[in-house]
């Protein structure tokens, strides 16, 4: 009897078929554990871009034609070089979109000037009394940072203006001013 008890105090450890189901069940459940991590990181990107477009993309929308509707007449430049000065104006892939207003109580003009700043990734407004302030200005405000890139040219004598979200989403918007 006391032989059969030293027997089974000898015998610790596991089995070859314990250890096999215990490394087998935990692999599976790392497995699942993956795959759900996976999921969830590709839910953030599609959440990500979708808040781009659901809250960024109808503010952007929505300034745009509140200030390009109220003006007269508007120029499109390649950069803001060219649009202090006046000259080089284009009809299509502008970066800048100056616009004239114009008061018609007293007939005075302003200007203001929408531009994509590259450098920043920002589409900024500019609100000056002659493009000549244009050279030493700073944006008065910013209408969206979550830009890769915005465009303006004339389709059928429309303006258009196509912004380009942070994951590559394309929205283009159009617009005239009063006449």
């Not at 069940?25 to 959440?47: D, E, P």
């Not at 200030?67 to 202090?84: G, H």
């Not at 590259?118 to 050279?135: K, P, R």
């Amino acid at each position: 009897m006391n032989i059969a008890a030293n027997r089974h105090k000898i015998r610790r450890g596991f089995t070859l078929i314990e250890m096999t189901v215990t490394i087998t069940v935990g692999l599976m459940v790392a497995g699942i554990s993956l795959t759900l991590f996976n999921s969830q990181l590709m839910s953030y990107k599609i959440l990500k871009t979708q808040n781009f477009l659901v809250s960024e993309a109808p503010q952007v929308n929505n300034t745009l034609n509140r200030i390009v509707s109220r003006a007269n007449f508007f120029r499109m430049y390649e950069s803001l070089n060219d649009a202090t000065t006046g000259y080089n104006a284009v009809i299509a892939d502008g970066k800048v979109l100056a616009l004239k207003f114009q008061d018609p109580s007293d007939g005075s003009s302003s200007y203001g000037v929408i531009s994509f700043n590259s450098n920043t990734n920002s589409l900024d407004y500019y609100n000056v009394s002659n493009m000549a302030e244009l050279a030493v200005a700073d944006p008065d405000w910013t209408i969206s940072s979550q830009l890769s890139d915005a465009v303006f040219y004339i389709q059928n004598g429309v303006l258009r203006i196509k912004l380009t979200g942070p994951n590559g989403e394309e929205i283009i918007y159009s617009t005239t001013t009063q006449r």
